[in-house]
């Protein structure tokens, strides 16, 4: 086969592949932004993670300083959660922020809107850092 | 003679491949993914969907199995959608001539030197532009790593995230061989190295849980660049003033397959519905620009505008076919990334989607028009 040839299969492949597969294979991409229906979307979920100091008052962590924008943030906290791992996400952050920020705990919130009902509900996981830590 | 009994015979065995893969999806892999949910799945198929699917420990968690059938049977419709393409091109090549002939002639055309000159210094610097402030990413991230999620290509490589001076190392790399690249010298050295970095920065930028398409289309232009800076060496080696385009078509198809296959996931996950204003007006709530707001209480207009997105994006590839439409494309092409910009939030002003279109350009003959207006 040529390789112009094997060139432009290749080519052909790397669009047809993620598209049959509804997946990204990077560096081969599927473009399915913004595809999904309304329908499908009626629950809408927000993550977050609060600063609690020792006057318990929270102020809202900001991703960007251990290099996540919002959404990428958003994302891990989000993959974080519904594998169970959030306990060991915030204890990483601590040891990230424990230097920079008087923290008392770190809280996790999970805001779950059904947009279609006008409800809410919030989930709560708080982090208490060890005395050791 | 011969030619025709191998072209049925791969005919015959590409229809037994799709009836085959058909009766193995309806009897063996919907009834896995099943088992996959219960835990019960052969070791095989669990391997493939960890690897394949990384997500689906996640999304597993938030959907019923009934949502993953449905997926898979996307699946198998979408394979069978591309089976049939691809029947039907091997088809058009065979029987039709004229098919056969305007394929010879776009893929053995020729370009001037000049232009692919001018298309390696505006690649060159295109690629210094986007990945200017990637160090600083790479800085922030060091405090993110217990986050690190490795995309397909770093996971079946088995690479673990890199420490930073190992990152700052392949960063100049990348800054110094687009320097070269834009110098022309040894283009083909400098733009395979600048393509093979790109790639492998960008991995890591992105194995981060979140994967967006930003520097997607100049993802793929990278692919195809070593082989025209190839074409450009070899024509300079025989002392040439033209060269083989091939690999600058690659590019230009890849740029308009983006938007086409963006168009083609609308229709078959959105459907219909993804022109009721109810979908536009879900986006334009859940990114809240003001502009986008506003659009959101215009239920005709989201309706007009889901569907004008659609057929521009699915109409982007007549850029291929009709090379004149290029400056009636690639103008509406700015305005739609600034549309998104405006209602969506997405993106900004200069978008590396519209950045890219300079492949598109004939650079020779913009410059000889404009040498011509100078001396009238």
Redesign the interface.
Known sequence: MK??QM??TS?FF???LP?????????????????????K?TL?EEFSVYIVNAQNQQTSFDP?????DK??FA??L???F??QKIQ??LR?LYQ?LKNNYQIKQLKFVRILKR?EQMQTDTTHTLYWPDEKE | MKKNRAFTLTLIAGLLLIIFFNMFYFLYIQRQVRLFFEGKAELWFTLILDLFYPRLAVEKQRFPVDFFIQKSREVFFRANFVSLILLAFGLGCHFSSLFREKLRHYTTSRTPLSNVKMICKLYALLGLYLIYDWIFYFYQLQKGQFAYAPVFLLKVLHLSYPPYTLLFFLYCLAVISAIFLFLLIRPLLFSLCFSLVFVFLQAYLYSFHKLDHTYATFTYASFLMPFLCWNLRNALKKKENYTEDWPLKGIQICIALAYFFSGLEKIFSGGIAWFHPDTLTYYLQLHSSSWGLWLSGQPVLCSILAGWSVVFELGFIWIIFQRKTVFLILPIGIFFHWGVFLFLDIGGWIHPWFLVYFFYINWTDIFSKLQQKSHL
């Open positions: 390789l112009k060139v432009f080519i790397l669009f047809a598209f049959v597969f509804i997946n990204n294979f990077y560096p081969s991409f599927r473009f399915g932004m913004f595809a999904e229906p309304a329908g979307k809408k960007s300083s251990v290099g996540f959404g990428q994302y891990m989000r993959d974080s519904y594998q060991q996400v990483q990230n947009t």
